[in-house]
């Protein structure tokens, strides 16, 4: 019997057809060969961040409006700036949420932290800020022990909440020193320009401001009489550079950055009225001193004639002049015994013949115009 292959041959509707060949299964192996589905997920999520940064990169004239729009408002500049001591200087810098503006304003860049390894012990923690358009990578490894460091001592975290706590504040400033690493130097320092001028602009010192002030540092056991010993003046005389570096410390020690010691005076005495007073008058006088030290001149020395000037001064002197000599008329002389007398013509020295009469009605002073000169 001849074989019909249309025999077994079965017809089937659009919806019973087979799923196209490369159409993969949920349980087949990974796009990429060697790798677990969620490294492969975070490789490919990460090239296409990267592809994505290629098409659109960053535009260096917005990145600074954006820098500026973000360091104008109040609530950043506050919490912009760190300071602690360092043998003797007061050193400034970006804290990690004026860090985290900056690189959120500078576009296609991405940071943060993660923990690799714990145990009870400690925590091995990784840092990191990516820059996806110029695929520049700045991280740091680093392990946090599981303790607290107090005033009576060392003291053993157990609770999950302490321990992330403490992580995270130490990560935190991993992840700025990763930050300021890839944003450019200029950037920055105009981003702290601008902070400290919109926080000095905005300052408004009022009662409620310092009591919040001082209870704030009292978290950090720094008391009202440390405080006024450290700038000199009673708390309430406070001047807005004074409030503004305070709140630059509270920063500083609310992140870790500094400790109390490097600002202020554990055993600092109560300030007194005197010590209060000179310090205002000696603020007070300052430009005043400074305006009369501009104005104030050195006497300018007599000048001294010269020896020849003297001598023609003192021959000049001996000589009796009579007093009417300057009124002679023509034809006229003056004797030895100093009398006026008429000349005749014969015993003028002048020529009459050469004497010019001016005109009647000449009136210029000018004797240029008068003479003809042909």
């Given at each position: 019997m001849a074989y019909d292959p249309n025999a077994h041959q079965i017809s089937r509707t659009p919806a019973e057809a087979p799923a196209a060949s490369y159409q993969r299964d949920a349980n087949m192996a990974p796009a990429f060969a060697g790798m677990t589905p969620?490294?492969?997920?975070?490789?490919?999520?990460?090239q296409g961040q990267i592809m994505l940064a290629k098409m659109f990169p960053r535009n260096m004239a917005e990145v600074w409006k954006k820098v500026e729009a973000a360091c104008s408002r109040k609530k950043l500049a506050?919490?912009?700036?760190?300071?602690?001591?360092?043998?003797?200087?007061?050193?400034?810098?970006?804290?990690?949420?004026?860090?985290?503006?900056?690189?959120?304003?500078?576009?296609?860049?991405?940071?943060?932290?993660?923990?690799?390894?714990?145990?009870?012990?400690?925590?091995?923690?990784?840092?990191?800020?990516?820059?996806?358009?110029?695929?520049?990578?700045?991280?740091?490894?680093?392990?946090v022990e599981h303790i607290r460091?107090?005033?009576?001592g060392r003291t053993k975290l157990t609770d999950p909440r302490d321990i992330y706590e403490t992580v995270a504040n130490n990560a935190s400033r991993r992840e700025r020193a990763c930050i300021l690493a890839l944003i450019p130097g200029d950037l920055q320092d105009y981003a702290v320009n601008l902070c400290k001028t919109t926080l000095e602009k905005a300052v408004d010192i009022t009662p409620d401001k310092i009591e919040g002030l001082c209870r704030g540092l009292a978290k950090f056991g720094v008391s009202k009489t440390m405080i006024e010993a450290r700038i000199q003046r009673h708390i309430d005389a406070i001047t807005a550079q004074q409030y503004v570096w305070l709140c630059s410390v509270g920063t500083s020690l609310k992140e870790g950055v500094a400790k109390v010691d490097d600002f202020f005076d554990r055993n600092a005495k109560p300030i007194g009225q005197a010590e209060v007073q000179a310090s205002t008058a000696k603020t007070a006088e300052a430009p005043k001193k400074r305006a009369a030290a501009k104005t104030q001149q050195k006497p300018v020395p007599e000048a001294k004639p010269e020896p020849q000037a003297a001598e023609d001064a003192a021959s000049s002197a001996s000589i009796d002049v009579p007093d009417d000599i300057w009124n002679t008329a023509p034809g006229t002389r003056i004797t030895e015994e100093g009398e006026l007398i008429e000349e005749s013509p014969a015993e003028s020295s002048v020529d009459p013949s050469t004497m010019v009469t001016a005109p009647e009605d000449f009136q210029d002073d000018s004797m240029e115009d008068f003479y003809d000169e042909d």
């Open positions: 969620a490294v492969a997920r975070e490789v490919a999520t990460i506050e919490n912009a700036l760190y300071q602690y001591s360092r043998g003797g200087t007061d050193i400034t810098g970006p804290s990690i949420r004026l860090a985290e503006a900056l690189i959120n304003a500078y576009g296609n860049a991405k940071s943060g932290f993660e923990v690799i390894d714990s145990n009870p012990e400690y925590s091995r923690v990784r840092a990191y800020a990516y820059d996806m358009e110029t695929n520049t990578l700045q991280e740091r490894t680093f392990d460091q107090t005033k009576t």
